[in-house]
């Protein structure tokens, strides 16, 4: 008698190495290993265009893995369940938790319609070094801030559990398979070639990412990484969020090389990461809502004109363009630049944060809803353990500081390569003498800044300073 199928379904997990759901239902017996491409429940919250390209990738990254034996599809998991349910013999259904408010309520309806019909339903954690509900203060309430959060709570709790093995898989056969191709994932222009051919994609890939990290970049991570020029920054955030690469794998494989300063960063790196779940579990309206609701007053201004040239990275300000370019032909930014763009769009622009969180929600392959909501939230002063109202970025001051020879800023807007770096980053304060002689004509082959830095900063503080009045 043969055992009943067991059917793994894939989602933000995308390996075979370190995932405890297809662990588990390789132990139940032959696995049906099943991918959905579900934007009926999505919402808001349907992927982004560059995240989209990345997960057509990391599919057939997955299937190769698998054999050719990933069942895809796209449409209601609700009826394609239930269709698999009736097609073959199935045991059990295994998956990994997800954490958006989303997917969290369609998991449910999935769960109690699986338990109706008899069906084991097992559900792991595989995306985080520990579970939201498990890290809360001694009075059972979730931190807002983050240091008691991963020192007195995540560093106090039960250790991450070790990653596992590869298991060993027999599969069952769709009777009519699809090819990734069928979910339509790359767009119809082709400018996504440009972008992918920046990073490898796959578990593989990740694993590499990591271990080249570890051997290199840690050395220099605490201070290098805020130097957007030099390679000291890890780049596996889009292989964390789709799962090619696991949490506990990184935290075990950066202990494992070492214990130092440079480690222990890297590692409350990845506690930022688990803050961010932490936030968007407890507080469901998080990539919308102010968590601080005295910034519903906030009077942002209304400025399509001040967006798109931010958008476009047209803002004559040459570290924001620099940074907004890098998002738009890598799907990626420097941390650094991500909070001085950031900055720019919520203070100096006066523009709803929201805003910068959909574009990014677009643009970056390491779109994630946690992580993004929280961090555009901390960029605006409105979030859990925000940056006070009067940190705002000077992008002069910090392209001087943290890009002094320019390499970065002259690498992605090269019609200033030939300003001195005196000028590189304030090139309308330059002479007109050092402009001519670099071919630079403002408001012609670059923007004139679409704001004044000084002004704009004093309007910030006074519309932050408004708040306390109501």
């Avoid at 429940?41 to 990254?61: C, K, N, P, Q, T």
């Avoid at 800044?449 to 408004?466: G, Y």
């Amino acid at each position: 008698m043969t055992q009943p199928t067991a059917i793994h379904w894939f989602r933000q997990d995308l390996r075979v190495s370190d995932n405890p759901a297809l662990s588990e239902a390789a132990q139940s017996g032959r696995v049906l290993p099943i991918y959905i491409f579900d934007d009926k429940y999505a919402g808001d919250h349907a992927m982004g265009a560059a995240s989209r390209v990345w997960l057509h990738h990391s599919l057939i990254s997955l299937n190769k893995t698998l054999g050719g034996h990933l069942a895809i599809f796209k449409g209601d998991p609700v009826a394609i369940i239930k269709q698999l349910l009736e097609e073959h013999d199935v045991g059990s259904v295994h998956w990994n938790r997800c954490y958006e408010p989303w997917r969290m309520k369609r998991d449910a309806k999935i769960k109690a319609m699986l338990q109706e019909m008899g069906v084991d339903v097992h559900s792991q954690n595989g995306s985080l070094l520990w579970e939201p509900w498990a890290i809360q203060k001694k009075d059972g309430t979730p931190y807002r801030v983050f240091t008691p959060f991963y020192r007195k709570g995540c560093l106090m709790a039960a250790a991450p559990r070790q990653p596992l093995d590869i298991p060993e898989l027999s599969f069952e056969k769709i009777k009519k398979p699809q090819s990734v191709d069928a979910l339509a994932l790359l767009p119809e222009r082709s400018w996504s070639n440009s972008m992918i051919g920046h990073w490898d994609i796959g578990e593989e890939a990740a694993q590499q990412r990591l271990h080249d990290f570890l051997q290199s970049g840690v050395e220099h991570y605490k201070e290098g990484r805020n130097f957007p020029a030099k390679q000291h920054v890890s780049r596996l955030s889009p292989h964390l969020h789709f799962g090619e690469l696991s949490p506990n794998q990184a935290w075990y494989a950066a202990r494992a090389a070492g214990d130092s300063d440079q480690i222990d960063c890297f590692c409350s790196e990845l506690g930022w990461r688990e803050f961010s779940y932490s936030l968007l579990y407890f507080n469901h309206e998080l990539p919308k809502k102010n968590l601080q609701s005295k910034f519903d007053a906030f009077p942002w201004k209304k400025s399509k004109k001040h967006l798109q040239a931010w958008q476009q990275s047209q803002t004559g300000i040459p570290i924001v363009d620099a940074g907004m370019r890098e998002l738009w032909q890598t799907g990626y930014m420097h941390n650094r630049v991500r909070m001085i763009v950031g900055s720019f769009l919520v203070k100096n622009l006066l523009l709803d944060w929201r805003a910068g969180e959909a574009w990014f929600w677009d643009c970056l392959v390491d779109a994630d809803l946690a992580s993004n909501s929280a961090s555009w939230q901390w960029v605006a002063g409105c979030g859990a353990d925000a940056a006070p109202y009067f940190r705002i970025f000077n992008p002069v001051t910090q392209g001087e500081k943290f890009d002094p020879q320019g390499e970065y800023t002259r690498q992605f807007v090269p019609e200033l390569k030939g300003l001195p770096d005196k000028w590189l980053f304030k090139p309308w304060e330059a002479p007109e003498e050092v402009l001519a002689q670099a071919g630079i004509v403002l408001g012609e082959t670059y923007p004139e800044p679409i704001v004044d830095i000084k002004a704009s900063r004093q309007l910030a503080l006074e519309a932050f300073a408004s708040l306390k009045k109501t």
